[in-house]
């Protein structure tokens, strides 16, 4: 019997390497959808709606002028959980306070908050400084046993604000914007508006010493943390950050700060609200106050003892404001 062996030509064999090499270009193409990355629009060509001058509009009704262009973000969910008198005196006045805590959580986050009343978050922790703290959260529909804990957990310490829209990552621009809101309507002798995330420790000591120094010209226009610049959006779509050319077209983000720690002073954080509405919304929260920033011309402050990862924290020789806080079974490991 005589067998045929079929001997490849060269050119056939050059195919074969080349198909070969292609193939995990083409996949990585596909993962990172790096399609979409080169398409994006320089950032030299930044607009971004409503296209107007934002800062002056935002001056008018704060004049109490009636706006001349109609919102296009509504954060007008109902409250359906809250303490509006958590500021006030027994005679309904507005009580000073140095700080306010805006502690941006979740429902399910029940052993962080706890940890946060007992140690930083408690408000006769500092002398001569106030400080009062809030929790912020959305709902879960699918979670009605948790939900009645949470209530429970309100009624012991009358320290949550829970506002009705779906809780989750997309939705934490909804969260930041009902945080502002109850601060400015609910907390009005509020010296400082501090936004921190549940899963960060705060120095109060250190942060109340800092703002204590903080110069009455620079008070207003305070917005203070860890600036990001030359961020890229995430074009990944499995990602869950991912955003769309559609939804944002630009190859880099506006200078933002971080959200997971940061502070403004009440004149800011209602300069920040009132133009949120007239800016189009983007899932992601820090970017997305990064663009309203922007666009009212604020000038970001980095502080460097804002940090969000141990490799950062390792560069800082003095005492920081804020830590990575890890909740563990039983205990804190605060990572300084």
């Known amino acids: 019997m005589y067998h045929v062996q079929r001997v490849l030509s060269p050119r056939h064999n050059s195919h074969v390497v080349i198909l070969l090499f292609l193939l995990p270009s083409i996949h990585y193409i596909y993962k990172y959808n790096v399609y979409e990355y080169a398409l994006a629009t320089p950032f030299i060509y930044f607009q971004y709606p409503l296209e107007m001058d934002l800062k002056s509009l935002v001056d008018s009704i704060l004049r109490e002028e009636r706006p001349s262009v109609e919102q296009i973000t509504d954060d007008n969910f109902p409250i359906i959980l809250d303490n509006d008198k958590m500021c006030k005196s027994e005679d309904g006045e507005d009580e000073i306070h140095f700080i306010l805590f805006v502690i941006k959580s979740s429902m399910e986050n029940t052993e962080r908050r706890q940890m946060i009343r007992r140690t930083w978050g408690q408000e006769y922790l500092i002398p001569y400084s106030s400080t009062k ?11 009605g046993p948790l939900q009645q804990k949470i ?186």
């Open 133 to 143: 703290k809030i929790f912020v959260m959305g709902i879960n529909p699918a979670k």
């Open 151 to 336: 209530a429970q957990e309100h009624q012991e310490n009358q320290d949550i604000v829970q506002a009705y829209f779906r809780d989750n990552l997309r939705n934490s621009t909804f969260k930041m914007l009902a945080g502002m809101r109850w601060a400015l309507n609910n907390c009005k002798g509020a010296r400082y508006i501090v936004f921190v995330d549940d899963d960060h420790f705060v120095s109060t000591f250190n942060l109340v010493s800092y703002l204590n120094e903080v110069p009455m010209s620079k008070y207003s226009d305070l917005y203070l943390g860890h600036v990001q610049e030359y961020g890229v959006p995430e074009r990944r779509t499995d990602g869950s950050e991912y955003v769309s050319l559609a939804e944002y077209p630009f190859r880099f983000w506006p200078p933002y700060i971080l959200t997971g720690c940061f502070v403004m002073s009440p004149v800011m954080v209602e300069k920040m609200y009132i133009a949120s509405h007239y800016t189009k919304l983007v899932s992601i929260h820090d970017a997305f106050f990064g663009i309203v920033a922007w666009k009212l011309n604020v000038k970001l402050q980095q502080n460097p003892h804002f940090y969000t990862t141990e490799r950062e924290a390792s560069r800082v020789r003095q005492v920081p404001f804020q830590c990575e806080l890890f909740v563990l079974t039983d205990a804190v490991e605060v990572v300084c």
